[in-house]
């Protein structure tokens, strides 16, 4: 018998950071949550941190996660904005870490290969595969939903070497 294995999928952003949690037993996918940490953009860098961190502590302490992973960079030409998604992104990081999950890293686009089949999908075919996979999934956000396919993403490779050496930041 395979025992269900939790996970936690992040998309980290500033403004919005997606949540998304699935177990997952042998190749059976289910939906258990998934919503939108957000912070307050009229307040200091910090204090967003701040928000990002306390909001995502209170989804690792509600759903009980056994692994997490998280969405690389994405890097832009702007570099202010990408340095902030980093710092956002560090708090993804921390927090599941903190905890003392192991937390592992997926490219874009392996995100994208494993979910809907391409690298290069749009938000609405990632939504849409989303649905398929888990019909009874539902999300408050497009980032809710980038932290639902992480999430898969993580189920489908968690096995690999790869994801190991991810999960140990040697990636």
């Given at each position: 018998m395979t025992h269900a294995i939790r996970l936690l999928g992040i998309d980290p952003g500033l403004r919005r950071t997606g949540w998304g949690m699935i177990e997952t037993a042998g190749n059976r996918l289910s939906f258990i949550a998934s919503g939108t940490v957000t912070?307050?953009?009229k307040k200091s860098l910090a204090e967003r941190l701040v928000e990002l961190h306390d909001g995502l502590r209170?989804?690792?302490?509600?759903?009980?996660p056994m692994e997490a992973a998280v969405e690389h960079t994405f890097v832009n030409k702007d570099a202010g904005a990408t340095l902030k998604l980093g710092q956002a992104r560090g708090i993804a990081l921390l927090v599941p870490s903190l905890a003392g999950l192991p937390v592992a890293e997926y490219a874009p686009n392996l995100v994208k290969k494993t979910v809907v089949g391409t690298g290069h999908a749009e938000k609405d075919q990632i939504r849409a595969m989303v649905k398929i996979l888990m019909p009874k999934a539902t999300f408050n956000s497009d980032d809710a939903a980038?932290?639902?396919a992480i999430a898969i993403c993580h189920a489908q490779h968690r096995?690999?070497?790869?994801?190991?050496?991810?999960?140990?930041?040697a990636a």
């Open positions: 912070s307050d953009n209170e989804v690792v302490s509600r759903h009980d980038d932290a639902l096995g690999s070497a790869s994801a190991r050496l991810a999960a140990q930041g």
